[in-house]
């Protein structure tokens, strides 16, 4: 059953608004005593009796809670420089699946998309929405507004997250290298760079910046799939993907 996201009354019942309360009332015809799933803030999973219904709200009775495991414990951030075309829209909706935390679009030097009109930044921001509740998360990553690399790498660097920057260039070492620190980390940030790459400046900057540099293997991925094949293997390390790998 899909779960829709609701928000707790003062009185103890559940409530759902906006396009998710037309999509209930219009397009699934859901009445009341129908039964409805639905996730919380919190992660907080509810299995509900609908208590009332129309194309604006719909109330809901709680009838039991499932408490946790929704949300990663691991902040996983992504700064993702800006593909060309429709590509962040595939990359918003997998990662959110994922469980990423935020989503940073930035501009990189090879960058062919040098900014996002608002209009592609709501898109985005609904396209989290709509993922977060297709997979029952309590709530959806942020994506934040455009920024440069540089802003977004030292803004990692300051609040102490663990960067990981991927470069197909990096031959040394891989996310396998870094496996300890991400076990233990509480925040991890994911630098992809777009179809370009990244210049040799870039990386130096990052390094400056305390990023562990990292390669993905011999074979390059695309700018869409990186961040998707990156924060698989990171989440599962972290033990967020299934059992804890020691």
């Known amino acids: 059953m899909r779960s829709f996201s609701a928000n707790r009354r003062s009185d103890g019942l559940l409530e759902i ?3 998710d309360a037309r999509h209930i009332a219009v397009v699934l015809r859901m009445r009341p005593k129908d039964a409805i799933s639905a996730v919380l803030p919190t992660g907080e999973r509810a299995d509900c009796l609908i208590e009332s219904v129309d194309e604006s709200l719909v109330t809901m009775k709680p009838l039991s809670f499932t408490k946790g495991g929704i949300e990663a414990s691991l902040k996983l951030t992504l700064i993702q420089c800006l ?5 962040m829209d595939y990359i918003v909706e997998k990662c959110t699946e994922l ?5 940073v679009p ?14 592609k930044l709501n898109r985005w921001r609904n396209l989290a929405h709509e993922a977060a509740k297709q997979s029952g998360r309590g709530s959806a990553p942020e994506v934040g507004d455009v920024t440069s690399l540089e802003s977004a790498l030292k803004e990692a660097s300051r609040s102490r997250s663990f960067m990981i920057f991927l ?29 370009g ?6 990386v130096a900057l990052a390094r400056a910046e305390g990023a ?12 869409e799939t990186a961040p998707i094949a990156a924060g698989a293997i990171v989440l599962y390390i972290a033990g967020e993907l299934g059992p804890r790998i020691e």
């Open 167 to 195: 470069w197909e260039d990096e031959t040394k070492q891989g996310l396998s290298g870094c496996a300890k620190v991400i076990r233990n980390a509480q925040d991890v940030t994911l630098v992809v760079g777009p179809e």
């Open 99 to 103: 469980g990423f935390f935020r989503i």
């Open 197 to 202: 790459g990244f210049s040799e400046d870039e």
């Open 106 to 119: 930035a501009v990189s030097r090879h960058c062919v998309a040098r900014e996002a009109s608002s209009g």
């Open 83 to 87: 593909p060309k075309g429709q590509k």
């Open 17 to 19: 608004e906006g396009p």
């Open 212 to 223: 562990y540099v990292a390669g993905l293997g011999p074979r390059i991925l695309r700018t």
